[in-house]
Every structure is written in C-alpha cells, then in structure tokens.
C-alpha cells in the first residue's frame, strides 16, 4: 500500500519543526547573549573612564541619552559615562562617552549591534585614528574646527560629533543634581 501524504501537511509538519527549533535555540542563547551585551557595555564604559574601578547606573531625564553611568574608584566619583545613539549616514551609531568631574573627555567608543556605516568609510569613526582626538577636550565641539572629519564620512563624524555635544551638558547637570541632593 503506498500512501503519500499530501505536500501541505509534509511542508507544515517540517515548518513547525523549524520553528520549534528556533524557538529552543532561542531560549538558550538568549541568556549568553544579554550577557555578553552586558560585559560589552561594561568594557565601554571602562576604557572611556579608565579611573574608575566601579559603576552605578543614574536616572537620566534626557531623552538624547540611553544610560549614565557615575564612574567610582575607592567611594570617590571619577567621571560619568553616558551612551547615546544618533543616526549616521548607514544607520544607528551608540557612542559611549566618558567625563571626568571637570566636564572634560576622557575617550569614546563608537559602535554598537547595529552599527552599519560604509566599509572603508564611516566604519573609519571606530577606530582610534578618529576617537582618540576626543580626548581632553570639552564640550561643545566642532567638526572641523576642533575635531577632524574622517575623509569620505561627513555625515557620520558629524552625527558623533553631535551625539558627544550632547553628553557633557547632561553630565554638568547631573552633577550639579547630585551635588543639591546631597546636601
């Protein structure tokens, strides 16, 4: 007796299958994935603000910033870091930025998950060549002025630009926050 089944069932039963598969290795990557998100966040945030030994997450009432973060070492406040996303010319770009108490940047790091600048290009904001110039300047910056553009990315230097102006207004203002709360 030769029996076939009929194609919708045979292409359901293997869709559902599929689906029970993924859904499975879902479940069990998901946990490793938010961790390795979580580690990735917290070496951003020391190589911006390499002083600091801990970090304790604030409350930030600013719809520009993602997370701030005050920057420890011994009890004493180093710095903050704080992550913001703009838009470049390929897509999101999340810059964590980190502060010292005077308002002056101690580093940036350029990226994030879905980070899609032009190879060869905009990808060229990542790297030290660029982030470095960062470095011990304070707020409010200027492509071209006290910042160089990396050639071929106007817009994406410019949106990181941008999103580190945004960060040290926000820090000044927390730490002034923090100092009337204080007290």
């Not at 299958?17 to 499975?24: D, E, R, S």
């Not at 420890?72 to 870091?81: D, I």
């Not at 300047?137 to 006290?146: E, F, M, V």
């Not at 410019?158 to 000044?172: F, L, M, Q």
Request: with cysteine; glycine share 12%; aromatic share 6%.
């Amino acid at each position: 007796m030769d029996k076939k089944w009929p194609a919708w069932i045979v292409l359901g039963l293997i869709a559902l299958i599929a689906g029970c598969a993924l859904g499975l290795t879902n479940e069990v990557t998901a946990p490793v994935i938010k961790e390795q998100a979580l580690a990735a966040a917290d070496e951003a945030r020391r190589a911006v603000l390499p002083d600091a030994t801990d970090f304790e997450e604030l409350a930030v009432n600013n719809d520009s910033i993602d997370y701030c973060y005050k920057g420890l070492a011994n009890g004493e406040t180093k710095g903050y870091t704080a992550q913001v996303t703009v838009k470049g010319y390929g897509g999101e770009i999340e810059i964590v930025v980190g502060v010292d108490n005077d308002g002056v940047i101690t580093g940036i790091n350029v990226g994030g998950a879905n980070f899609s600048e032009t190879a060869g290009l905009g990808a060229k904001t990542k790297e030290p060549a660029f982030t470095e110039q960062f470095k011990g300047l304070s707020a409010p910056l200027t492509l071209k002025g006290n910042v160089d553009s990396v050639s071929g990315a106007s817009v994406s230097s410019g949106a990181i630009v941008n999103g580190v102006n945004a960060v040290p207004v926000s820090y000044t203002h927390l730490r002034a926050h923090e100092t009337l709360r204080h007290l």
